[in-house]
């Protein structure tokens, strides 16, 4: 999932691209958020002990729930969230997609395997993992939120690739995603844990949602985009796997030593000591650089008032939920939409860039130093 | 060292009740003109500032320009310990500013408090906030601005500033009903903090939120009067001067824009 290790390798060589935010902070702001992730996440983690929530007929609504309430919880931080859905997947990344579905027959083979020698623990953990985001899930989700007046946007291909590119084009103010991938296709801000903002538990631990700055990042690296991208190639994406023995570190140094993805096979191959893959580096680095995508242009977001009927229709009639707890969400919701005209007052006043320099002066001597160590190494 | 005595802690107590509901910690900045402190609410709504003229203090040294990363519950803490005439003492080494001093004499001299405070690192977004020439300005007293901020309060969320030729009204609209507050220019003789001047160069007409205005309305403590400068579109700057020529503390609020989606 990913880019393996890119989270470590930015935290130790461009700690200024991350920063840790307060929910709050992203108020008025449009965020893109990667739904199929965030989908799984609710099937994983809403639960009721260790069961899924279910309807009347037994099916699962863990997704609905969890999207409806944190949905709502964004909208009321004053965040103007819209969901990007993943289309067919890009035929490089069956390898992975195998893996994972691999991984799923392994988890559900355990699982029975615990409930059959009564391993209460095993089983809740394994079951966990055999939830799979299936079509009808996603369908519930996209009426959801059509009804809840949240923009839905069905990506081409990757979801990822869409919000990088919405943001990049300035439509949306950051992507909400697990996914370090997101930075990749270039998308200029990344948030992480989004939701974890919006639960009183996390924020008495101090849990925040994580940004990362893709602009800084590359600034604490000193490479452009296109370096950036073979570096995460090299160490190991959803389309190739990463080389035996070359993790983030070294794939940075190589990166800095040889310039480019191809030069630093040919050096690998070369010294002979890593078995390098056979793949067509430039057709992957074609799916990060030109990945399909709808045009900002062909994008029209608008949020509008929730569809109260048909909110109570699906929820209530079909999916057994309470109606007092829905009806009250819907409650938030508008007096949401009330205080969105509010103006950020950063739209009035610029930022002063003062106080960031000092900073940039401090983390070079940081990042030198480390420079000369990873050297000595 | 940096070195600032003020006669009366009230001062500083004051300034930081008027900040403490919007803002956690804030860089103070330090310098020959005095100490100054600008931040936003987390939200980035509203932004506070103020400041303290060196000329204000009875003892001011500052050698070389500070920040002073200050956690604001932990500063009000602190001068909770101090009666409102004591005098208080800032201190802090320039060089490498990781706690402050805090001292505070009492006016009999016979008793010294001492605390030391820890300071913080804080990374901080600072705004430049264009000195603009605000289309029309209300002059009133600050009771009166707390009083019918709290007012509006009790029907509507946000409340509409409107200046004209005729005077201020400010208007809210809520679930229960609406309401509606209007003044007239006027100079009161014997007592001119009481009057309301208006200065117009074009009407101006703007909505804001009332939840943020009552916090700011508490800085009515610092001052007597409170000036309300706006133009069309464009955040409202509310400015309390502290009395004798001591400072300021001014808030900004972005507006409400109806219609606006974005």
Redesign the interface.
């Known amino acids: 999932m990913g880019i393996r290790g890119l989270t470590k390798l930015l935290a130790d060589n461009a700690a200024r691209c991350r ?1 840790d935010q ?1 929910l ?2 992203f ?2 702001r ?1 965020i893109a958020i990667d739904a199929s992730m965030n989908i799984y996440q609710f099937l994983v983690a809403v639960r009721q002990g260790s069961d899924n929530l279910t309807n009347e007929a037994g099916e699962i609504t863990s997704h609905l729930s969890g999207l409806f309430y944190r949905t709502i919880k964004l909208m009321e ?2 965040v103007k969230p819209c969901y990007v859905f993943d289309g067919k997947p890009p035929k490089m990344k069956s390898g992975e997609l195998q893996k994972r579905i691999d991984a799923k027959k392994l988890a559900q083979q355990e699982a029975k395997k615990a409930e059959e020698t009564g391993d209460v623990e095993a089983f809740e953990k394994y079951s966990r993992r055999i939830n799979k985001v299936t079509p009808e899930v996603i369908q519930q989700c996209k009426t959801l939120l059509k009804l809840m007046g949240v923009p839905v946007i069905e990506a081409p291909c990757e979801a990822e690739a869409q919000c990088a590119s919405m943001c990049k084009g300035g439509l949306v103010y950051a992507t909400a995603s697990e996914d370090m991938d997101s930075l990749t296709f270039g998308t200029t801000r990344l948030v992480r844990r989004l939701w974890s903002g919006a639960t009183a538990t996390n924020e008495k631990k101090g849990i925040r949602p994580m940004e990362f700055n893709l602009p800084i990042a590359l600034e604490e690296l000193q490479m452009d985009h296109s370096t950036f991208i073979d570096l995460c190639m090299l160490c190991g994406c959803d389309y190739m796997d990463s080389i035996k023995g070359v993790g983030p570190t070294t794939a940075l140094n190589l990166m800095r030593k040889h310039g480019s993805i191809e030069s630093v096979f040919k050096a690998l191959r070369k010294e002979g000591k890593h078995v390098v893959p056979e793949v067509d580096l430039s057709e992957i680095r074609q799916l990060f650089v030109k990945p399909e995508v709808l045009s900002n242009s062909e994008i029209n977001l ?2 509008t008032s929730p569809d109260e009927a048909g909110l109570i229709d699906f929820l209530v009639k079909q999916n057994s939920f309470r109606e007092d707890t829905i009806r009250s969400g819907i409650k938030r919701m508008l007096s949401s939409r ?15 860039p ?2 960031a320099k000092r ?1 940039v002066d401090e983390d070079d001597t940081v990042s030198s130093k480390k420079g000369k160590l990873s050297h000595a190494m | 060292m940096f070195e600032a005595r003020l006669e009366e802690s009230a001062v500083l107590k004051k300034i930081l009740d008027s900040v403490r509901d919007l803002v956690q910690e804030a860089n103070w900045d330090c310098n020959d003109d005095g100490i100054v402190m600008q931040s936003m609410d987390s939200s980035h709504i509203s932004l506070v500032c103020f400041m303290v003229r060196a000329s204000s203090f009875e003892v001011y040294q500052c050698e070389r320009n500070v920040s002073l990363g200050v956690k604001i519950d932990s500063l009000a803490k602190v001068l909770k310990c101090a009666a409102s005439d004591d005098s208080v003492t800032l201190k802090a080494d320039e060089n490498e500013p990781n706690t402050m001093d805090i001292l505070f004499e009492s006016k009999k001299n016979d008793r010294i408090s001492d605390f030391q405070l820890k300071l913080m690192v804080i990374d901080q977004e600072m705004l430049g906030i264009p000195e603009s020439d605000y289309t029309s300005t209300v002059e009133m007293s600050s009771a009166e601005f707390r009083r019918i901020m709290g007012d509006l309060s009790t029907m509507g969320d946000s409340v509409t500033i409107e200046i004209n030729k005729g005077g201020a009204s400010f208007s809210t609209k809520g679930d229960i009903g609406s309401g509606n507050i209007c003044l007239q220019k006027s100079a009161s003789v014997d007592k001119p903090k009481d009057g309301v001047k208006i200065t117009m160069v074009e009407p101006v007409k703007s909505t804001f939120s009332l939840k943020f205005l009552n916090i700011f309305a508490k800085a009515a403590a610092l001052s007597d009067t409170v000036v309300l400068s706006m133009s069309e579109e464009y955040p409202i700057r509310i400015e309390f001067a502290i009395d004798k020529d001591v400072g300021y503390v001014r808030y900004y609020l972005a507006p409400k824009i109806e219609g606006q989606e974005s």
Do not use: I, M, P, Y
């Open positions: 920063s307060e709050k902070s108020f008025g449009r931080v004053g608008q949020w009330n205080a969105a005209s509010q103006a950020r007052l950063d739209t009035f006043f610029k930022k002063k003062t106080a900073k």
